[in-house]
T-cell receptor, first 113, second 115 residues
Framework: GQQLNQSPQSMFIQEGEDVSMNCTSS?????WLWYKQDPGEGPVLLIA?????ELTSNGRLTAQFGITRKDSFLNISASIPSDVGIYFC?????????????FGKGTKLSVKP | EAQVTQNPRYLITVTGKKLTVTCSQN?????MSWYRQDPGLGLRQIYY???????DKGDVPEGYKVSRKEKRNFPLILESPSPNQTSLYFC??????????????FGEGSRLTVL
């Protein structure tokens, strides 16, 4: 099946540092999403991108939908301890069911105070 | 409070003993789905339902069943659990008008261990 390549797998950073993670695909997708999973919780949508080239911010988070429609990145500026968690990229699989998301394998972020 | 509720949150069982993980949402959402999360594999869809009495297979449906008799409930049934179904399971829902946006509302997860 279709796969998303998400990197890095894990990151250990100091509080206050900026973070960057990305997601690539061999196929074109028209919707890219970034979810965050806090420890012991379900994923929550952070940012949704619907237009190639789109750059969207949500507080300290910034995400971009690649112009080729095959990639996306998420940046977190000035990280804080509550940024800890697993970040998933996801795309909408229109070849399958409406609303069916394909998730990346996640980037686990650890923040040292 | 708007939420997706899963039960049980934790379960240890033995191979072959039928079990059901319930999922209920109070947001009147049409779309519901089950995912499993495994280390190094991310989230993979098991089954989904576009509305009452409409269900379909996701990417990893083997060994699972679902039903959607009511809009709010979407139970996941393991008729004969096996150790490879040890996983963290998530139920998610979305209103019909948002299913094209990719926004899903997830429950808190059910951690299942099959011995």
């Amino acid at each position: 099946g279709q796969q998303l390549n998400q990197s890095p797998q894990s990151m250990f950073i100091q509080e206050g540092e900026d973070v960057s993670m990305n997601c690539t695909s061999s196929s074109i997708f028209n919707t890219w999403l970034w979810y965050k999973q806090d420890p012991g919780e379900g994923p929550v949508l952070l940012i949704a991108l619907y237009k190639a080239g789109e750059l969207t911010s949500n507080g300290r988070l910034t995400a971009q939908f690649g112009i080729t429609r095959k990639d996306s990145f998420l940046n977190i500026s000035a990280s804080i301890p509550s940024d800890v968690g697993i970040y998933f990229c996801a795309v909408q699989n229109y070849g399958g069911s409406q609303g069916n998301l394909i998730f990346g394998k996640g980037t686990k972020l650890s923040v040292k105070p | 409070e708007a939420q997706v509720t899963q039960n049980p949150r934790y379960l240890i069982t033995v191979t072959g003993k039928k079990l059901t993980v319930t999922c209920s949402q109070n947001m009147n959402h049409e779309y519901m789905s089950w995912y499993r999360q495994d280390p190094g594999l991310g989230l993979r869809q098991i089954y989904y339902s576009m509305n009452v009495e409409v269900t379909d297979k996701g990417d990893v449906p083997e060994g699972y069943k679902v039903s959607r008799k009511e809009k709010r409930n979407f139970p996941l049934i393991l008729e004969s659990p096996s150790p490879n179904q040890t996983s963290l399971y998530f139920c998610a829902s979305s209103p019909r008008e948002r299913t094209n946006t990719g926004e899903l509302f997830f429950g808190e997860g059910s951690r299942l261990t099959v011995l």
